[in-house]
């Protein structure tokens, strides 16, 4: 499984940007999708995630609720992050990464529950 993560950058504080990850090497109907973030000095903190199949059931962080969606593009294998009024505190790297699982999004949001990992897109906030 390879994950090729993109679209990070230089935004300034309540702006937008989309982040896209790329997944190949096997068929994903039966995968849950996370993105992560981890900022300088801090541990990796849980974003979103989206189950592969069926209607893609989500379940994001309550700090970025409201602000930031998850989707996916079965036909394009690409998962995104939509990060809309982004603030200087979201700042970090952000990762996204796979696991082969079948069970309620929820229980997807630790770190370990995750397979493979993707190679991270900076996101830097300015005030």
């Known amino acids: 499984v390879q994950l090729q993560a993109s679209g990070g950058g230089l935004v300034q504080a309540g702006g937008s940007l989309r982040l896209s990850c790329a997944a190949s090497?096997?068929?994903?109907?039966?995968?849950?999708m996370g993105w992560f973030r981890q900022a300088p000095g801090k541990e990796r903190e849980f974003v979103a995630a989206?189950?592969?199949?069926?209607?893609?059931?989500?379940y994001c962080a309550d700090s970025v609720k409201g602000r930031m969606t998850i989707s996916r593009d079965v036909a394009k294998n690409t998962v995104y992050l939509q990060m809309n009024s982004l603030k200087p505190e979201d700042t970090a790297v952000y990762y996204c990464?796979?696991?082969?699982?079948?069970?309620?999004?929820?229980?997807?949001?630790?770190?370990?529950?995750?397979?493979?990992w993707g190679q991270g897109t900076l996101v830097t906030v300015s005030s």
């Open positions: 990464a796979a696991s082969s699982g079948t069970r309620p999004v929820r229980q997807y949001r630790p770190s370990h529950e995750y397979d493979h």
């Open positions: 090497g096997r068929t994903f109907s039966s995968y849950v």
């Open positions: 989206i189950t592969w199949s069926g209607g893609g059931s989500t």
